[in-house]
């Protein structure tokens, strides 16, 4: 193994293609490998005949891999969509960060492995001009598959650090109708964050990203806070 000049240890994978002429990087995802090791992750992420990859992959030491050069499409988002634009892949970078996820034992994200992400993600959003808000998780784009990185992801801890926004609900956000808006209500405040409303479990994915202690799927008063609060800080 070669260590770059930006620190990261290539591991080279053959699963990208072009990014689509005129297609600039605007999102940045976040993601977790969900294998039961390492090793077995990175494996996939470079074999042929999985047809997956991400641009780099955190492992829960810290070290960095790299396997997909930024200006490449590598495919680690499949079907998904954000903002009513699908194909996720052509606009987007991905990490992959290394825990056995949901299936295989899901974990804590060790504090070296968090810092290591928080460098990394800012990094590329500097290089490419990402906005904070447009740093997601797998199941904000794709939530009726996907449920990574997941409730004990440090979304809080990132965005101090300027990585993906947390919402600060003010009184401004509180509203009457809480107890009385009905399912079609919420889902378009959430269609208007960014999500697609042609999913199901929407308000669920929310909640494993902005309201982590709450995983109901149920829209109580503090879910639909967190959820105003970030419309009005991203101005949608
Ligand atoms: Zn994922």
Same mark, same amino acid.
């Given at each position: 193994?070669?260590?770059? !000049?930006?620190?990261?240890?290539?591991?080279?994978?053959?699963?990208? !293609?072009?990014?689509?002429?005129?297609?600039?990087?605007?999102?940045? &995802?976040?993601?977790?490998? !969900?294998?039961?090791?390492?090793?077995?992750?990175?494996?996939?992420?470079?074999?042929?005949?999985?047809?997956?990859?991400?641009?780099?992959?955190?492992?829960?030491?810290?070290? &960095?891999? #790299?396997?997909?050069p930024?200006?490449r499409?590598a495919?680690?988002?499949?079907?998904?969509?954000?903002?009513?634009?699908?194909d996720?892949n052509?606009?987007? &970078?991905?990490?992959?960060i290394?825990?056995?996820?949901?299936?295989? !034992?899901?974990?804590?994200?060790?504090?070296?492995?968090?810092? #290591?992400v928080?460098?990394?993600?800012?990094?590329?959003?500097?290089?490419?001009? &990402?906005a904070? *808000?447009?740093?997601?998780?797998?199941?904000?784009?794709?939530?009726?598959?996907?449920?990574?990185?997941?409730?004990?992801?440090?979304?809080?801890?990132?965005? *101090?650090?300027?990585?993906?926004l947390?919402?600060?609900?003010?009184?401004?956000?509180d509203?009457?109708?809480?107890?009385?808006?009905?399912?079609?209500?919420? *889902?378009?405040?959430?269609?208007?964050?960014?999500?697609?409303?042609?999913?199901?479990?929407?308000?669920?994915?929310?909640?494993?990203?902005f309201?982590?202690?709450r995983?109901?799927?149920?829209?109580?008063?503090?879910?639909?806070?967190?959820?105003?609060?970030?419309?009005?800080?991203?101005?949608?």
């Open positions: 193994m070669m260590r770059t !000049g930006s620190g990261c240890i290539e591991r080279p994978s053959p699963n990208h !293609g072009p990014r689509p002429e005129g297609v600039g990087v605007e999102l940045l &995802i976040l993601h977790y490998t !969900g294998m039961p090791t390492a090793e077995s992750a990175l494996s996939r992420l470079c074999d042929p005949a999985a047809q997956v990859s991400a641009h780099y992959t955190v492992d829960e030491d810290g070290a &960095i891999y #790299a396997h997909v930024e200006d499409r495919w680690h988002a499949g079907l998904s969509s954000w903002r009513g634009r699908a996720v052509s606009r987007s &970078i991905g990490i992959e290394v825990n056995p996820g949901h299936e295989f !034992g899901y974990r804590p994200f060790p504090a070296a492995q968090m810092a #290591a928080a460098d990394l993600c800012l990094d590329i959003m500097g290089r490419h001009g &990402i904070p *808000a447009d740093v997601l998780g797998h199941s904000d784009i794709a939530p009726a598959r996907k449920e990574d990185p997941g409730e004990l992801f440090d979304w809080p801890g990132l965005a *101090a650090r300027g990585i993906g947390w919402p600060h609900p003010t009184p401004a956000d509203s009457p109708l809480d107890s009385a808006e009905s399912a079609e209500e919420v *889902a378009a405040l959430l269609g208007r964050y960014g999500y697609d409303t042609a999913e199901s479990r929407l308000l669920l994915s929310f909640q494993r990203h309201h982590p202690e995983l109901t799927g149920e829209p109580d008063p503090e879910t639909l806070r967190r959820l105003r609060a970030l419309l009005r800080m991203t101005g949608r």
